[in-house]
């Protein structure tokens, strides 16, 4: 074997497990901020109730490179007249890959700025390829472009956006209809109508389960999954009915059934996370091994992984999760920001934030005034919240089972159509949705809270932008410099992440 082969090989496999690291502290925030954020049970249980939903997921993946079966980029540019692969380029690419997308996850974790690792795939593929289509074979700029599958690439970020502003609206909606249903004194609303959220919640649940899940990841799809699959409906208004029955009984200790709603679901979101998404990470090492010991490979999809590798992964997920004080960071800035009555924000407030609440404001105070009367005095009846407490949780636990219901239910629906979806964008925006919904923000902190918005949505709007640069970049390096630019790229991604870690937490003093 080539020594630069050898090299590159055990680089990617070296920054596969360390993305796997930074990877989860950027997606802890999907299954972790309606547990953390309601305080419905102790982080020791939140925690050991996700990690068992990233081990079975990790045991359950279906394992193919999820990214690479959409298509990014023709493997058939990358193979020489006599049909032989180009190892070195296709090393390349997926070390370029790698490289950038370590950098930028553990940029955004800095931060504390949630984004879509699944987004950061596809651009660094898309960087990666183009830049070594340019150095390593002929044709030029025009040819290097070509290799790129613009079709399906514009069907993932498209249906990502799109999402983002469904999951928004939704959770609005059914935020504000659940309030109204429950109000904020569920000792007296729960045991009369606790039932029909809990049927509901479970429901919604038990479909993303099965879709999300266990069908993607290819468990019980010729079995008993196949058999619920030709009677869907039938199945979830048996799943309603029981668990509306078991809302009824318990209709007193609401909490109790509140926190199985929410600990279900945070299983549920790791489970899908890792059942799916995890070979986003490993998927590039998986491929580049592949090319490197498989003859006939198919890399336009056709990458399983390897049984063993995907426990291991689960595993490094898993501590990840446990250990990693920017996964912390991450799930704190979403908390601040969905949290009801005044939280301090590590976000500054800024003029065009201040000019959008205001305008927004009088937008509301327009049609508020269209609105009769009495139903305004019945609404603000039931909206009214209790005498805060300094004992209080970010939000309580009806709003944290709203966020897991609605992420939950787009990301099944999204699954079974066969859209492309980003978790992390759905459940950042679910919360946020819920929050305006059960109108939980103050006119004090309005403006730092639509900064913070506003600059997270800056940050997705920028993360293709900096994915594709930094894994052209990185890919050039690689492919122009041989065994030096492998050296080189891990020099710069070694330099990188010594200097984010020296970055200050930004996080403001207190614990929310």
């Known amino acids: ?53 990233v081990l079975f997921g990790a045991l359950t993946s279906n394992g193919l490179m999820e990214v690479a079966r959409r298509g990014v980029f023709d493997p058939s540019t990358f193979y020489a007249g006599d049909g032989s692969l180009m190892i070195t380029a296709v090393l390349a690419i997926y070390l370029g890959v790698m490289a950038a997308d370590v950098l930028m996850l553990d940029l955004f974790n800095t931060f504390g700025l949630p984004t879509s690792t699944t987004v950061s795939i596809v651009s660094e593929l898309v960087g990666a390829s183009i830049a070594v289509a340019l150095w390593l074979t002929p044709g030029g700029v025009g040819a290097a472009l070509g290799v790129i599958n613009t079709g399906p690439v514009l069907g993932i970020y498209t249906g990502i956006f799109l999402s983002v502003i469904v999951a928004f609206t939704v959770s609005a909606v059914l935020m504000f209809m659940v309030r109204l249903m429950l109000g904020h004194d569920l000792e007296k609303s729960f045991p009369r109508w606790g039932w029909l959220w809990t049927g509901v919640s479970f429901a919604c649940l038990a479909y993303f389960v099965l879709y999300k899940g266990l069908k993607n990841a290819g468990v019980g799809v010729d079995g008993p999954l196949a058999a619920i699959e030709q009677n869907v409906w039938g199945f979830l208004a048996v799943v309603f009915v029981v668990f509306a029955v078991v809302g009824a009984i318990f209709g007193r200790r609401h909490r109790v059934v509140m926190a199985a709603i929410i600990l279900v679901g945070t299983g549920a979101l790791g489970l899908a996370f890792a059942g799916n998404d995890l070979v986003n990470f490993i998927g590039p090492s998986v491929a580049a091994a592949q090319a490197v010991f498989v003859s006939d490979v198919d890399l336009s999809g056709k990458v399983p992984t390897p049984a063993w590798a995907l426990l291991v992964a689960g595993a490094v997920m898993v501590v990840a999760l446990l250990r990693s004080r920017k996964a912390h960071r991450v799930t704190d800035t979403e908390i601040r920001l969905a949290s009801h009555g005044a939280t301090s924000q590590r976000f500054r407030k800024s003029a065009f934030a201040a000019w959008l609440v205001r305008f927004n404001l009088g937008v509301f105070s327009a049609v508020k005034g269209l609105v009769p009367a009495g139903v305004k005095a019945s609404v603000a009846r039931r909206m009214e919240r209790p005498e805060p407490s300094p004992d209080d949780p970010p939000y309580d636990p009806l709003r944290a089972s709203v966020n897991l219901v609605v992420a939950s239910l787009l990301i099944s629906i999204g699954t079974t159509r066969g859209l492309p979806l980003s978790t992390t964008y759905i459940t950042f925006t679910s919360a946020m949705g819920a929050a305006l919904g059960d109108v939980s923000w103050t006119r004090a902190d309005a403006d730092q809270r639509v900064t913070g918005i506003l600059t997270v949505f800056g940050g997705w709007a920028l993360t293709g932008v900096i994915a594709a640069s930094g894994a052209f970049v990185m890919a050039s390096i690689i492919a122009l410099g041989g065994t030096f630019g492998v050296l080189a790229a891990v020099g710069l991604v070694s330099v990188g992440l010594w200097r984010l870690a020296r970055v200050a937490d930004p996080s403001p003093p207190g614990k929310v």
């Open 1 to 53: 074997m080539d020594p630069t082969i050898g090299i590159a090989l055990a680089v990617i496999i070296g920054l596969a497990v360390f993305d796997l690291w930074v990877g989860v502290a950027n997606d802890a925030v999907n299954f972790l901020n309606s547990a953390i954020g309601s305080r419905i049970a102790t982080r020791r249980t939140i925690y050991a109730v996700a990690a068992l939903g």
